[in-house]
């Protein structure tokens, strides 16, 4: 099981501005100079973040991004899904009877890799930025 950078970057990115937008909107560019995300990627990612709700732009000269709601209520798993992100432990649909490597039978294993995805999404469906955030905070003291 691996995440793309797609949905790290975009957690990254969203902790980034969770940590700054209580003052004011922030720029792409500047979470880009902080994270060293590509500019380009991150207006990609925050297009889709947008559209899903778990941000807002701001226009202006001081504009920019804040959350859409507290980091409380922003999982982890909603930003996964606002970027098209899936977390998979297998390749095979759960509903289908065939299995991943194409045979009329799932893998001996099947069931061990399905639970531990159902493991990782209920992990990530409990975590929140707000965590993050403060799991980011004890660790510079």
């Given at each position: 099981?691996?995440?793309?950078?797609?949905?790290?970057?975009?957690?990254m990115?969203?902790?980034?501005?969770?940590r700054?937008?209580s003052?004011?909107?922030?720029?792409l560019?500047?979470?880009?100079?902080?994270?060293?995300?590509?500019?380009?990627?991150?207006?990609?990612?925050?297009?889709?973040?947008?559209?899903?709700?778990?941000?807002?732009?701001?226009r202006g000269?001081?504009?920019?991004?804040?959350l859409s709601?507290?980091?409380?209520?922003?999982k982890?798993?909603?930003?996964?899904?606002?970027?098209?992100?899936?977390?998979?432990?297998?390749?095979?649909?759960?509903?289908?009877?065939?299995?991943?490597?194409?045979?009329?039978?799932?893998?001996?294993?099947h069931?061990?890799?399905?639970?531990?995805e159902?493991?990782?999404?209920?992990?990530?469906?409990?975590?929140?930025?707000?965590?993050?955030?403060?799991?980011?905070?004890?660790?510079?003291?």
């Open positions: 099981m691996k995440l793309t950078s797609k949905g790290r970057y975009a957690v990115a969203l902790i980034d501005l969770a700054f937008d003052i004011n909107p922030v720029s560019r500047d979470i880009s100079l902080r994270q060293g995300i590509s500019l380009d990627y991150l207006e990609q990612i925050f297009l889709k973040l947008k559209k899903n709700q778990i941000v807002r732009s701001i000269t001081q504009g920019g991004y804040i709601k507290k980091p409380n209520e922003i982890l798993t909603n930003i996964f899904h606002a970027v098209d992100e899936k977390v998979k432990t297998v390749q095979c649909k759960k509903e289908s009877k065939k299995g991943c490597n194409g045979k009329a039978t799932k893998c001996v294993t069931n061990l890799w399905d639970e531990l159902n493991h990782i999404n209920a992990f990530f469906e409990k975590k929140s930025l707000e965590d993050l955030l403060k799991d980011n905070m004890e660790r510079r003291i």
